[in-house]
C-alpha cells in the first residue's frame, strides 16, 4: 500500500486548447494540490503535452481509465511511468487479473511508482443506467463491490462519486485513498454530475482527492475559484 499523502484538489484540465491548458497550468500553481489530465487532452496532444504541462511541477493525474485484456493495460502503464505522474486509473470493472497487472507494471518505477486508482462507477450513472447494462445492484453497491477487488488486487485507491466516500471508508479502511470527483462549490452549477457534494462535504466524509473541472476551469477567473474553493474548504 502507499503511503500516506496530503489531501488535495486537482483541477480537471479537459481542454484540446494547448495555449489554454497552458495557461490554467501555469495560473492554479500554487492553488491547488495538482492537476488533471483527461481524454481530450491526451488524445490531442499525447504525452508530449503531458510532459509540458507536469514541467509546471504540479502532481499530474493521467485520467484515461485503461480497460482492457491485462496484457494491453500492462503495456500502457509501463509506456505511461517514464512521465513521472502522481497517480494514473483504471477500471476496476476490467477484472483481477487486468487490475494485478496494472498494479505489477506500475511497481516498474520503483520509488517513483504512481499511485494505481481504479474506477468505480462513474459519477454520471445512477441506478437506472447501471440497470439499462444489465448491472442489477444500486451504484453504491456495485461501486463498493468494486472498490474491495481493487483493493484485493493491490490498487492504491478508487475512484468513486462522493455519494460513496463513507461506505468505501468503512469497508476499505483509512489508508485505502478515494479520489473523489463530482465536486461542486456550494455557489457552481450541477452540470451533468448526478452523484455530488461541495468539496467541505466531501472531505468531511473521508475523501482523498477532490477532482473540480469546470467550477475552476470555467470561471472568469480560475485562480480566484481554486482559492475561493480553498477557502470554502477551510471554513468548513
Known amino acids: 500500500m502507499s503511503v500516506k499523502l496530503p489531501r488535495r484538489v486537482f483541477a480537471a484540465l479537459d481542454t484540446t ?9 501555469q495560473a492554479l500553481a500554487g492553488q491547488v494540490g495538482g492537476l488533471k489530465l483527461g481524454k481530450e487532452f491526451f488524445t490531442a496532444f499525447g504525452p508530449e503535452g503531458v510532459r509540458r504541462i507536469t514541467a509546471v511541477g504540479l502532481p499530474v493525474f493521467l485520467d484515461l481509465k485503461w480497460h482492457d485484456i491485462p496484457n494491453t493495460v500492462a503495456g500502457a502503464v509501463r509506456a505511461a511511468l517514464p512521465l513521472r505522474l502522481a497517480m494514473l486509473n483504471v477500471h476496476a470493472s476490467g ?6 497487472a496494472a498494479v505489477a507494471a506500475a511497481a516498474g518505477a520503483k ?4 499511485l494505481v486508482i481504479a474506477v468505480t462507477v462513474l459519477t454520471s450513472l445512477d441506478d437506472a443506467d447501471l440497470a439499462a447494462v444489465g448491472v442489477n445492484a444500486s451504484a453504491a453497491d456495485q461501486a463498493v463491490r468494486l472498490a474491495v477487488l481493487a483493493q484485493g488486487c493491490g490498487a492504491d485507491g478508487v475512484v468513486c462519486s462522493p455519494r460513496e466516500i463513507r461506505r468505501l471508508r ?10 473523489v470527483p463530482g465536486i461542486r462549490p456550494s455557489w457552481a452549477a450541477a452540470g451533468d454530475q448526478k ?7 466531501a472531505f468531511a466524509e473521508g475523501a482523498d482527492d477532490l477532482v473540480i473541472g469546470r467550477p475552476i476551469t470555467g470561471a472568469s477567473d480560475p485562480a480566484e475559484a481554486a482559492r475561493r474553493i480553498a477557502e470554502e474548504i477551510a471554513g468548513a
Open 17 to 25: 486548447d494547448a495555449a489554454r491548458a497552458g495557461a490554467l497550468a
Open 195 to 201: 452523484r455530488i457534494m461541495t468539496p467541505a462535504e
Open 111 to 114: 520509488d517513483e511508482r504512481p
Open 95 to 100: 477484472g483481477p487479473a487486468m487490475l494485478r
Open 170 to 179: 468503512a469497508e476499505c479502511g483509512p489508508a485505502f485513498r478515494l479520489v
